[in-house]
């Protein structure tokens, strides 16, 4: 399971530590976001918080509607509650390192959401957040969506 990489589009996670590993006290993974890649709707998460070390290129993460750059070495924290998405805008892909505490996420979720977003054709929306709650996490559709 370690080396298994779960690809949704351009988008792969790779689990390092699960709560099976850590008696639910900390998951963690690796994830690689290719340039210009489709990316998670913005979301939160209800019941556990979130931590980003970049490891390679830079990604950018809107927290509370504030973008940080992180790159290789930096970090950030996103509590439980705040609303928040990535993207890479770069010129080159971008790999980081996420620890969710306590460990409420794990690989069930990329892999429901990878059957989605690799089924071909646009993803559905509507199922995408229907696998999102399921998990903790809540999407927050951004107005331009939701008209």
Known sequence: MKNEIIHMGQIGVRFLLEGADTNGSVAMFEFTVR????????????????????????MTFTIEGRP?????????????GAVHGFNNLKQTDAKALAVV?????????FKEI??????????????????????????????????
């Open 35 to 58: 340039v210009g890649a489709k990316v998670p709707l913005p979301h939160y998460h209800k019941a556990y918080d979130e931590t980003i070390y970049g490891v390679e290129g830079v």
């Open 68 to 80: 940080v750059d992180i790159g290789p070495g930096e970090a950030c924290f996103i509590p439980r």
């Open 101 to 109: 505490t306590p460990a409420l996420l794990g690989p069930d979720y």
């Open 114 to 147: 990878a059957a989605i977003v690799n089924a071909g054709g646009p993803p559905d929306v509507e199922k995408l957040k229907g696998v999102m709650l399921k998990h903790g996490l809540v999407p927050v559709i951004p107005p331009a969506l939701a008209r």
